[in-house]
């Protein structure tokens, strides 16, 4: 059974930080590709940042270029996601995604991914 578990959400301040965290289990997850996607009140499902196999290759959203850092421990098939310097348009659900790549590349697309966490929430005030 796949498993993607977020972690590390919570109550913030504008300008605080925050670091998510995805476990994952069930598949190999050094084969995968990760993502973190996240949905606010009212507005679309978009992705926040990607990052490859190996975590050699990353992508980040325009809207949180800068604030934001992925990254990956292999050994512990684990993602992460940094947020600094949150502002209130963060307010979100934040997801991690797994998709399965032959490939050390980076995977935007949400309808690339495999699998799918239940999500943690972001809540920024100002």
């Known amino acids: 059974q796949v498993q993607l578990v977020e972690s590390g959400g919570g109550l913030a301040q504008a300008g605080g930080s925050l670091r998510l965290s995805c476990a994952v289990s069930g598949v190999i997850f050094g084969r995968y590709a990760m993502g973190w996607f996240r949905q606010a009140p009212g507005k679309g499902h978009e992705i926040v940042a990607a990052i490859s196999r190996s975590g050699a290759n990353t992508y980040y959203a325009n809207s949180v270029t800068g604030r934001a850092t992925i990254s990956r421990d292999n050994a512990k098939d684990t993602v992460y996601l940094q947020m600094n310097s949150l502002k209130f348009e963060d307010t979100a659900d934040y997801y991690c995604?797994?998709?399965?790549?032959?490939?050390?590349?980076?995977?935007?697309?949400?309808?690339?991914?495999?699998?799918w966490g239940q999500g943690t929430h972001i809540t920024v005030s100002s």
């Open positions: 995604a797994a998709s399965l790549v032959t490939w050390d590349v980076v995977i935007t697309s949400g309808a690339d991914y495999d699998y």
